[in-house]
């Protein structure tokens, strides 16, 4: 079988396993990754991250999502272990960024009563910015409601030190609205063995996105498309 070599870790990456990441958008390639951390299981991939299993009790995250590292660190998700760069991403300016390694204890699904604690969060979320959003948006451009929107759920989610979300939004409030897209859901969140509710990334940094759509819509009209995807 022919194999594709990891000029940076300097070993053989089969051909299945490239290939297999071919129809996915993610931030983030398995061939990436440094040979050190080859062997561990994949559990799940997004579209800026990779999450391996390290142990029985321990996850690694691969991810070039600076504005999610820090967000899961600094409010304690998770911790940082390592950083490496990567010419190996098949996105030119994917490969500028580096990849930032994180470890954290394995979490569990959201069961029993916190689905609904999960849901009603989730749905207060969408339901204030829908509000701030409806408010804005018929005088100011999208990006400049949607910044307003950002603002007006800080302000709201602050108030409450008890809410589910009360920890996120106090740290988002440190950033520009411009740098990050929200991305609330039932998946942002999971929970620990004592049943604790942990929002894992709720967040996502735009100049990722932006690469990634950039990438999808030039590939589009490379195959005869025309203007966006």
Known sequence: ???YIDLINESAIEEEEVLDEAPRASAVWKREIPAKY??????GRGMTSLVFEKDAETVLIFTRDVIKAEYM???GIARYVDAFDSHMHPVPAM???EVIVLE???LEKISGKNIALVRRACKEVGDVLAKARQKFGYRMSGKQAHELAVREACVHFSEDENHLLYEFWSFISNYDASQFAIDIGPRNFLQKVTGEIVVT???CAKDVIEILDNHKAQQYRDQGGYGRY
């Open 95 to 97: 490969r500028e960024i």
């Open 104 to 106: 954290m204890p394995k």
């Open 73 to 75: 660190r600094d409010c």
């Open 201 to 203: 990334d709720p967040v």
């Open 38 to 43: 080859r062997g561990l299981n994949l559990l």
């Open 1 to 3: 079988m022919r194999q």
